[in-house]
């Protein structure tokens, strides 16, 4: 039995301008095969992505992918302004990156 999913993922972040240009890049590209569709939607500091998918298994690899996309777009995006001299890394308490 195929049960529709409906997943919504916020992320806020001083950088969420930026990560939305990389989510909305990867949106815009066709799936294949097509698992579902992801809309990426931006507020002043905060991105949602809203993942729409035939089942949980097509939501699950749309949702790692993501992931795996937020990861890397929110280091390297962190490395930029800390190369900068920004105290961005400094504010928050670590190196490490962690998006809430």
């Given at each position: 039995m195929q049960v529709a999913v409906k997943a919504q993922l916020d992320v806020c972040t001083p950088l969420a301008g930026n990560l939305y240009d990389a989510f909305r890049a990867e949106a815009a590209q066709p799936g294949t095969p097509k698992k579902g569709a992801v809309d990426v939607i931006v507020n002043p500091d905060c991105v949602s992505l809203v993942?729409?998918?035939?089942?949980?298994?097509?939501?699950?690899?749309?949702?790692?992918?993501?992931?795996?996309?937020?990861?890397?777009?929110?280091?390297?995006?962190?490395?930029?302004?800390?190369?900068?001299?920004?105290?961005?890394?400094?504010?928050?308490g670590s190196s490490r990156s962690s998006v809430q």
């Open positions: 993942i729409s998918a035939r089942d949980v298994g097509d939501a699950r690899a749309l949702l790692n992918s993501y992931l795996q996309l937020l990861h890397a777009a929110y280091s390297v995006l962190l490395s930029l302004k800390t190369r900068e001299g920004d105290t961005y890394a400094s504010r928050q």
